[in-house]
């Protein structure tokens, strides 16, 4: 039987176990790139200049992605817009805005009773929170 999921998005004890297997493959595969050198990753071409360019989203439209993401996955346990519910989480308006290394280290890794969210958001995703967070520029 597979992982079963408590809480949407938010694996069990079995499902953080895979998570956690899937995590330490991906390392093994940085490792196997580091030792073997760039040469083991396959080149990618360069877009002609006749493709489409890729849009830049401003600051807002991220602040706006960051905001629904964070209301999709965090707000249960850090409170909708960030107002603390008291439940003896960390409070997100008080995060040092000089910080993002550890705001995307504790968002992918997990910390404390918070679950690792690495295996299901990108980093693109991390900047978007952390731009709603803060409401830095990524």
């Keep these: 039987m597979g992982a079963q999921w408590n809480w949407p998005n938010v694996p069990d004890k079995e499902g953080q176990a895979e998570m956690g297997r899937a995590r330490a493959l991906r390392r093994l595969a940085g490792i196997v790139v580091l030792v073997t050198g760039a040469s083991a990753i396959p080149a990618l071409s360069a877009p002609d200049a006749s493709s489409e360019t890729a849009v830049v989203p401003t600051a807002e439209a991220l602040y706006k992605k960051g905001k629904t993401s964070f209301r999709k996955r965090c707000a249960r346990c850090h409170g909708v817009n960030m107002v603390n519910p008291g439940v003896g989480v960390f409070d997100l ?46």
């Design 93 to 138: 308006r008080t995060f040092p805005q000089d910080d993002k290394a550890r705001f995307v280290d504790s968002v992918a890794n997990g910390k404390n009773a918070m679950p690792s969210w690495g295996e299901v958001l990108k980093p693109a995703d991390i900047d978007m929170l952390w731009v709603y967070v803060t409401g830095a520029t990524p």
